[in-house]
């Protein structure tokens, strides 16, 4: 009886502490899932083991409206800075780029005029916006040739020379053989926020996710 009262006050302390709990993080796509939160989930789950975090991947769109919502309590966008609806966190550059296969002969930086010449995959992912949004800077609209979701599926695409591609560079997998990077012309640079309302409340596991994931990017710069 004496050890069940000790845990359950233990169990108090921790939730007092923000020890104990649950983060539900959203994720616009593999630039946040792959590239950004693996190892500051790693690493804020080996200081708080008590605190369960669960990961939750869709569009940019969908994240946001999930976060509206409160289905998840934190998420990792694009471009939200300055939007009084939320409170933001800037946590990373990214940038849009072209990938062609490794033999095709094009220019070294990629306008919008020179993927009108080319079988073009427009990703349906959460870079689908901003890159329609680059081609309307040129006012043309993009060559779809095919529409794919999943990075793994592009790359086979582009690297078999079927067709070129933009997606966002975070987004790139450390195996790129057969597969050529090029910058944009004008660059697409993009900006990635870890975002919640500010309604969340002062003393919750979210606070310390929050606070840690800050912690972390000023302890990397």
Request: proline share 7%; net charge negative.
């Given at each position: 009886m004496?050890a069940?009262?000790?845990?359950a006050?233990?169990?108090?302390?921790?939730?007092r502490?923000n020890?104990?709990?649950r983060?539900?993080i959203?994720?616009s796509?593999p630039?946040a899932?792959t590239q950004?939160?693996?190892?500051v989930?790693?690493?804020?789950s080996?200081?708080?083991p008590g605190?369960?975090l669960?990961?939750r991947?869709a569009q940019?769109?969908?994240?946001?409206?999930?976060?509206r919502r409160?289905?998840v309590?934190?998420a990792?966008?694009?471009?939200?800075?300055?939007?009084?609806?939320?409170?933001?966190l800037?946590i990373?550059?990214?940038?849009?780029?072209a990938?062609t296969a490794d033999?095709?002969?094009?220019?070294?930086?990629?306008?919008?005029?020179?993927f009108q010449?080319?079988?073009?995959?427009?990703?349906?992912?959460?870079?689908?916006p901003?890159?329609r949004?680059?081609f309307g800077r040129s006012?043309?609209?993009p060559?779809?040739d095919?529409?794919?979701?999943?990075?793994?599926?592009?790359?086979?695409?582009?690297?078999?020379g079927?067709?070129?591609?933009?997606?966002?560079e975070?987004a790139?997998p450390?195996?790129?053989?057969?597969v050529?990077v090029?910058?944009l012309?004008?660059?697409?640079?993009?900006?990635l926020f870890?975002t919640?309302?500010?309604t969340?409340?002062s003393n919750?596991?979210?606070?310390r996710f929050w606070?840690f994931?800050?912690?972390e990017i000023?302890r990397e710069?």
């Open positions: 004496q069940a009262e000790e845990n006050l233990a169990s108090i302390n921790d939730l502490q020890k104990r709990g983060v539900r959203g994720s796509g630039s899932s950004l939160l693996p190892n989930m790693k690493r804020f080996r200081h708080y605190i369960a669960e990961l991947e940019d769109q969908e994240i946001i409206a999930a976060l409160g289905e309590d934190v990792v966008v694009p471009g939200l800075d300055g939007d009084e609806e939320f409170e933001s800037p990373a550059c990214d940038r849009l780029v990938i033999d095709m002969n094009l220019p070294l930086h990629m306008n919008a005029e020179a010449k080319q079988p073009f995959i427009m990703t349906k992912g959460g870079s689908e901003l890159v949004k680059w006012d043309t609209d060559r779809v095919h529409s794919i979701q999943q990075i793994t599926s592009i790359l086979a695409v582009v690297r078999s079927l067709a070129c591609s933009i997606i966002a975070l790139l450390e195996d790129l053989e057969g050529k090029l910058p012309d004008p660059p697409a640079p993009r900006s870890l919640r309302l500010p969340t409340p919750s596991a979210v606070t606070e994931t800050e912690q000023y710069e």
